[in-house]
């Protein structure tokens, strides 16, 4: 990727305030969003343009990243710029009530759609790897996930214990750019978390912003600790320095059965970002580089002992879940084996139901950098849905446990629920805008949201795993959202290969909405967040399910074929 661009040195982040240096706000936003990606205290590797997951980037070299600074510094107000693997590729002339930016990342045709073939384009520079909100420049850091792992963990509390984690252990590994949010999830639900992490500088990591407690020096000083933090019932999370695969081993052998087993280690991708055991982080490193065969045939043989414990100790009691990271099915594909699907995922276990109600990740950043304008906004959803508790819940979570990293931002699920025909996403966006026009939030806000949404994914693996109609894999969902949101006016709209769960395996998208306070801005709110949580509404109706069905009917979404 080249050396630091020496822009970025200098901005180390996004710029704040409210004096822009590009045309209008939204070319702004994105120069803005596209930095606070890169922003040190967000990005996992930023001096390699390494947002997150593995290799996800935001630019695809530092050339490309200055080219793309310059282009949205000369970005009129009715032009499109066209970004094409992290590299501006072309600027036409659209209008103003188009995308700013459209973005497309990682995308191969079917035949082609490998990693191989993805690795060869990317050594030659023509490619780069976006996984979701790197390359869309909609990442916040690990502040971005904590919701929907909190939301995940509360779901699993409701259905196997009929309550919520106390005194309960779950184990996992990962402590990087999503990973990194488990532990304090497991916590907020007032459960107990160990985590397997081989790289010590991303346990520092966590432990610095407080998403983590503790770092134990063995396996049996974490294990004595979380076994005596459970039996008191109170929340804690304790990190070791080992590979998962040896920990959960370990488990087995010791019949430690924890009460929940899952796993956010970067499986997708079996050379740049799971670690293979029998090697430190440096040693591994350095077989990546000089022998990519061998590492890659280490690794997956470490992914199927990893799935092997899972297995064992679901066998002896665990509840245990893949989360979103592919490691089933890279064993069943690269390790023939046939058990490895015999563990769910966590989409149709605790997910699935919120999508059809078109419910989602919202989140979004506070442009002028103050932290008072995300707490303004934070006053103002809990004032709009005052019925919502466990969204109250978390805000007041968020505020205590939450520190910001880079902009300001918040997340939180809101869905379709119409009042008086606006949606719950559209009726928080709007009022988010009047609140810019009326001066009481001081620069605009930027409304995006994960590529994991309602209807914005294909990804057979996780988001569409097990759908009733077995339309799994049918990507045309995606592609009409992206099309969709273009339709709709928002301000950039991306389309993703590949993603958490790796090339090949998924397509999706992502969009932004920038909220000036103008009535322009309030046009384009309204109809991309109805729209876009629509699609989700409709996809999940199309396919059979009640609950969309039944969202349709209470909210007056078209499905034009549900009677015939
Ligand atoms: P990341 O690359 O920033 O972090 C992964 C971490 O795992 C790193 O710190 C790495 O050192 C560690 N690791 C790798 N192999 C290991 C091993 N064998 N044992 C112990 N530690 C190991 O990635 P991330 O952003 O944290 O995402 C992790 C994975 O989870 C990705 O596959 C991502 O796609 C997936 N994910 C899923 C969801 C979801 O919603 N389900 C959300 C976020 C991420």
Known sequence: VGEPSEQWRVY???????????EGWRQEAALRMLNNNLDPDVAEK????????????????????????????????????????????????????????????????????????????EAEGKIMYGQMTA?????????????????????????????DLEGRIVVTGGLGGMSGAQPLAVTMNRGVCIVAEVDARRIERRLETDYLMERAESLDEALDAATAAAEAAEPYSVAVETNVADMLETMVERDFVPDVVTDQTSAHD????YYPSGYTVDEADELRASDPERYREASLETMERHVDAVLELQERGAVAFEYGNNLRGQVEEHCDHENAFDFPGFVPAYIRPMFCRGRGPFRWAALSGDPADIHRTDEAVTELFPENDSLTRWIELAQEHVSFQGLPSRVCWLGYETENGVTERARFALRINELVAEGEITAPVVVTRDHLDAGSVASPHRETEAMRDGTDAV??????????????????????????????????????????????????????????????????????????????????????????
């Open 475 to 564: 990507a045309d969902w995606p592609i009409l959202n992206a099309l969709l949101n273009c339709a709709a006016g928002a301000d950039i709209v991306s389309v993703h290969d590949g993603g958490g769960v790796g090339i090949g395996n998924a397509l999706h998208t992502n969009n932004h909405v920038v909220l000036d306070g103008t009535e322009l801005a309030a046009e384009k709110a309204r109809r991309v967040f109805t729209t876009d949580p629509g699609m989700g509404v409709v996809r999940h109706a199309d396919a059979g399910y009640e609950d969309a069905l039944d969202e349709a009917d209470r909210s007056d979404v078209a499905v034009p074929m549900r009677d015939r």
């Open 46 to 121: 930023p001096e390699a343009l390494v947002v997150y997951g593995g290799t996800g980037r935001a630019a695809r070299s530092w050339e490309a990243y200055d080219a793309i600074l310059d282009e949205l510094r000369e970005l009129g107000d009715e032009e499109t710029l066209l970004v094409q693997s992290g590299k501006p590729v072309g600027r036409f002339p659209t209008h103003e009530r188009a995308p700013r930016v459209l973005i497309a990342n990682s995308n191969l045709v079917g035949k082609w759609d490998n990693w191989e073939r993805f690795h060869e384009l």
């Open 12 to 22: 180390q982040g996004a710029p704040t305030g409210t004096d822009i240096e590009c």
């Open 270 to 273: 079996e050379l740049e970002g």
């Open 135 to 163: 390359g869309s420049w909609a990442y916040i850091g690990t502040q971005g996930i904590v919701q929907g792992t909190y939301e995940t963990l509360a779901e699993l509390g409701r259905q196997e214990y009929e309550g």
